[in-house]
């Protein structure tokens, strides 16, 4: 029988996220209080403290799309039934595909 409950990836990928934004929105508090401590206007710190607020949304908003729309991605990409099909490995470290090569034209030294 399947959970309900989130896998451990999921939950370990939403935490970071949230640390993510509470370190924001602690920013978007400390930035502003710093600037009126060394005597910045109260209009440029306002000016600030909305512009940091704006951005820390708009991010929040698009992390948490992207974390909604990555499970989807996935499974477009590799889909549940189509069998793997192997045998395209590179061979090689890559020698023969433009890699560094001495020759008599280059300094030793």
Do not use: K, Q
Not at 74 to 98: I, K, N, V
């Amino acid at each position: 029988m399947p959970s309900s409950r989130p896998t451990p990836e999921a939950h370990a990928g939403d935490d970071r996220t949230t640390d993510l934004i509470r370190w924001a929105a602690f920013s978007c508090v400390l930035v502003p209080v710093v600037l009126l401590w060394y005597g910045t206007s109260l209009a440029g710190t306002a000016g600030t403290a909305v512009g940091l607020a704006a951005v820390t949304a708009v991010c929040r908003l698009l992390l948490r799309r992207s974390e909604r729309c990555a499970p989807r991605l996935l499974d477009e990409e590799h889909p549940p039934h189509a069998p793997h099909r192997g045998g395209r490995h590179r061979t090689g470290t890559g020698s023969h595909r433009g890699g560094r090569h001495n020759d008599r034209r280059s300094p030793v030294g």
